[in-house]
């Protein structure tokens, strides 16, 4: 990463591709099998738009993960297992991506005994 931004270089250190963040600064990134997973800072993204997203690896945007938590962003990349991306939300609340198309395979349901939300499985 360069000043927010996802760079490729060359051997000699020259820039060969750059993608620059949807608002204000990518701040974390995973390696995938044909892609790279992002997650970039939430603030300054548009109500409704996901700070979770997949590049492939000539830099260009694959999908915006479909995100359920409208207050609660990505937090944290957790694990690539297969056809699963496993990512954490601010608040600790785990999600499941596919990671091939970005869809949600688990979604957070308010438990409100215990103040948080819990997950559960989208049937299929």
């Known amino acids: 990463m360069i000043d927010g931004s996802l760079c490729q270089l060359t051997r000699e250190g020259v820039r060969a591709a750059a993608h620059a963040p949807l608002a204000t600064a990518v701040v974390e990134f995973c390696r995938g ?10 603030h300054g993204l548009l109500p409704g738009i996901p700070n979770l997203y997949c590049l492939d690896r000539e830099l260009r945007l694959q999908w915006l993960a479909e995100w359920p938590l409208t207050d609660d962003p ?31 395979l688990t979604h957070p349901r308010g438990n409100p005994a215990a103040g948080r939300p819990e997950i559960n499985a989208i049937a299929p």
């Not at 699963?84 to 970005?102: E, M, N, P, Y």
């Open 33 to 42: 099998p044909r892609c790279y997973y992002v997650r970039e800072h939430p």
């Open 74 to 104: 990505c937090a944290a990349i957790a694990e690539v297992a297969g056809d699963v991306l496993t990512v954490v939300s601010k608040h600790g609340v785990q999600v499941r991506i596919d990671a091939h198309t970005g869809r949600l």
